[in-house]
């Protein structure tokens, strides 16, 4: 965490969203009824381009970070923004929230820099805070 918190307080990067997460959200969360109800997690959210589309695009929006830097400079361009979102420094093996809690986790590049034991600890932390409706594991396990 301490390389990610240096870069935070060296660059300026992160501003936009790849294309990846848009057509992501766009395919799978558009047609929502209520988008302020569809809860959203950025894992390794950054300086947030994530969450700045997601909270944008009229969704309730979470971040994580392991870095205060990021973390604040996310918070500053939100209130700039008149942006919505609840943003915390953190750890992903500890997310913090209850079970089933958002309909979605967006990770852009954050879990791969994790080592492999750690990164199985996140993923089953992931799926624990992730409502994922019966119907599709059983779908998946057919």
């Known amino acids: 965490m301490e390389s990610w918190e ?5 660059k300026e990067w992160g501003k936009y969203p790849p294309e990846e997460l ?6 799978n969360y ?3 009824p209520d988008r302020k109800a569809v809860k959203i997690l950025d894992v390794g959210c950054g300086t947030g381009a994530a969450s700045w589309f997601i909270a944008r695009e009229g969704f309730t929006v979470y971040g ?7 973390i604040a400079l996310l918070k500053k361009r939100f209130k700039k923004e008149k942006l919505k979102g609840d ?9 913090g929230f209850n ?9 852009i590049s954050s879990i791969q820099h994790n080592r492999p034991d750690k990164q ?8 624990r ?6 119907s599709w594991y059983v779908n998946f396990l057919v």
Do not use: C, H, M
């Open 6 to 10: 240096k870069i935070f307080q060296t």
């Open 22 to 27: 848009i057509r992501f959200i766009a395919r």
């Open 30 to 32: 558009y047609r929502a």
């Open 64 to 70: 994580i970070d392991g870095s205060p830097t990021a």
């Open 87 to 95: 943003f915390r420094v953190g750890d992903f093996i500890q997310l």
């Open 99 to 107: 079970d089933n809690f958002f309909d979605a986790i967006v990770d």
């Open 120 to 127: 199985t600890i996140i993923f089953d932390e992931i799926f």
């Open 129 to 134: 805070v992730l409502f994922v409706p019966r």
